[in-house]
């Protein structure tokens, strides 16, 4: 069974442009969450989105944004990049809601510069 | 505030010999832990995990001891080896799953031979 699948893996912004990341779940996974990885914070939980709906969502501005379409596949959004937003984003799909097991990609390598 | 810590960034093994990892958190309600490994460049690959209401669980050469009364947990590895080199995270869920895991900073483990 393939893993999951995050493209781009890299990618260099401009602060304030926009980026968009997108994750493909472990096929029969219905939950996608997203995290976001830097050396200062560690990984932190950014939101969960299950059927079509953000389910939990981190301590993280509203320049964040999700959606997930009826396949299980999620994109994240950022808008108005600032330098702080670089970092190692990392999707993480579970086969239901609120599942313990998370199983992580190989993550975004995301540099605003 | 951070729940799930980590106080030892860094751990160097003789190969053969026991890794443990240790792990503290804060929150009582936390009700299920999970421990993952990660290598540079890839996401976190999950590991092991223990619910609340059991004390050990065991995965081959991985174990994971869960001591409610302190708060803490730890990951023994025997016989550690070269290729179990990667850095260690300790993650907590709060009741339900909820999608969101609570992550410690990680311990960087070097197995040598």
């Known amino acids: 069974k393939a893993g999951v699948t995050q493209t781009p893996r890299y990618l260099i912004k401009t602060r304030g442009q926009q980026v968009t990341l997108s994750c493909s779940p472990i096929?029969?996974?219905?939950?996608v969450s997203w995290y976001q990885q830097t050396p200062g914070q560690g990984l932190q939980f950014l939101f969960e989105?299950?059927?079509?709906?953000?389910?939990n969502k981190g301590n993280f501005p509203g320049r964040f944004s999700g959606r997930q379409f009826s396949n299980s596949r999620s994109e994240m959004n950022v808008s108005t990049l600032e330098l702080g937003d670089s970092a190692l984003y990392l999707c993480a799909s579970s086969l239901v809601q609120g599942a313990y097991e998370q199983y992580f990609g190989p993550g975004t390598r995301l540099t605003v510069t | 505030d951070q729940q799930v810590k980590q106080n030892s960034p860094s751990l160097s093994v003789q190969e053969g010999r026991i890794s443990i990892l240790n792990c503290d958190y804060t929150?009582?309600?936390?009700?299920?832990f999970l421990w993952y490994k990660k290598y540079p460049a890839e996401g976190p690959t999950f590991l092991i995990s223990?619910?609340?209401?059991?004390d050990k669980n065991e995965d081959g050469r991985f174990t994971v001891f869960l001591n409610k009364s302190a708060k803490h947990l730890s990951l023994h590895i025997v016989p550690s080896q070269p290729g179990d080199s990667a850095v260690y995270f300790c993650?907590?869920?709060?009741?339900?799953?909820?999608?969101?895991?609570?992550f410690g900073k990680g311990t960087k483990l070097s197995v040598k031979p």
């Open positions: 993650a907590a869920s709060g009741p339900g799953g909820q999608g969101n895991l609570i």
């Open positions: 223990i619910s609340s209401i059991k």
């Open positions: 989105y299950f059927s079509e709906t953000q389910r």
């Open positions: 929150n009582s309600m936390f009700d299920y």
């Open positions: 096929s029969g996974h219905r939950s």
